[in-house]
């Protein structure tokens, strides 16, 4: 698996918000580049042919970890649960997420961020909305920070009838989204919200979205706050929509890599730029109460 786990979810409109069947699995690769043996197109189909390059690459869609890595992710999980944040600490950096994010967001312009031109790849449902027969067709991503995934699907799009809606917690971020000169009214918009709130986003009707980016977003909630994001996001998709949905794997090597003081609680961070990441097993998106 990648360490940064991908699929695309269609939840049933009669399911708890969680039961999504998303592909996030262990993973003992380091980062590096993709690699190029038995790649296709569509992620869920990159076979690690060679035993002997497990490390050397960043997404196997068939491997699991051996016994020696699990032993060792383990031992460096305990560590990290015998050197916690302190009550104080820990207190300070759940109450002020939204001061973390705008501080992110004003330390690191819009340079700083890499364009996901990866996304069309992974999710082809996106490239199909931006056929220039598709039809009507409505994008939303939620946790949109600066315009990463927007712009790229802007760039490529030939559909006359695409609007893609960008949210994100940071209003700081919203600002320098729409300073960018990619931003074009016309096909996009943008706003600040709160995924976790007890409103939808401003300006998008209920049941009015065809394909849900949701890329690195439900790490940075606490546990407690999923249920809720993905009720908001169910009640935003039109029937048989669809959610791509892209998060980082239980025993990450970026999660192994965590020192003292960094556990706010199980699996869940705080990192050195006060943001927070969790990493995610299956069974824990599927039944977040287990």
């Known amino acids: 698996m990648s360490n940064n786990d991908s699929t695309s979810l269609t939840p049933s409109s009669d399911a708890s918000p969680l039961e999504l069947t998303p592909s996030v699995s262990p ?39 051996d016994p ?3 032993a060792t992710a383990l031992e ?11 009550e104080k600490e820990r207190k300070r950096f759940l109450e002020r997420p939204a001061y973390f994010w ?22 082809p449902i996106l490239k199909e909305c931006m056929q220039k027969d598709a039809g009507s ?5 939620a946790g949109c920070g600066v315009g990463n995934a927007m712009f790229p699907i802007l760039k490529e799009n030939e559909n006359p009838l695409l609007k893609i809606h960008g949210r994100d917690y940071s209003p700081r971020a919203i600002e320098v989204l729409l300073q960018d000169p ?26 009015s979205v065809d394909v849900i980016i949701l ?13 809720l994001a993905v009720s908001n996001l169910n009640r935003l998709l039109k029937p048989g929509g669809m959610i791509c949905f892209r ?19 199980d699996n869940f961070y705080i990192r050195g730029d006060g943001t927070r990441v969790y990493f995610f097993e299956e069974g824990k998106l599927l039944h977040p109460s287990v």
Not at 43 to 62: H, S
């Open 27 to 65: 993973s003992p690769c380091a980062k590096g580049r993709d690699p190029v043996i038995q790649r296709n197109a569509v992620f869920g189909e990159r076979y690690l042919t060679d035993p002997a390059q497990v490390y050397n690459y960043n997404a196997w869609d068939q491997v699991s970890p």
């Open 137 to 141: 067709k409505v994008i939303l991503e």
């Open 68 to 70: 020696d890595h699990l």
């Open 247 to 265: 998060d980082y794997g239980r025993y990450d090597m970026t999660q192994l890599r965590f020192k003292k003081e960094r556990l706010l609680d």
């Open 182 to 207: 990619q931003f074009n009214p016309e096909f996009a918009s943008a706003g600040v919200w709160d995924i976790a709130s007890e409103s939808l986003p401003e300006g998008i009707a209920e049941f």
């Open 215 to 227: 890329c690195f977003v439900l790490s940075a909630l606490e546990p407690r706050q999923w249920t």
């Open 76 to 86: 460096k999980i305990k560590f990290q649960q015998d050197h916690r944040l302190s």
């Open 102 to 123: 705008d501080m992110f967001y004003r330390n690191n312009r819009e340079n700083f961020f890499k364009n996901r031109k990866w996304l069309t790849r992974e999710f």
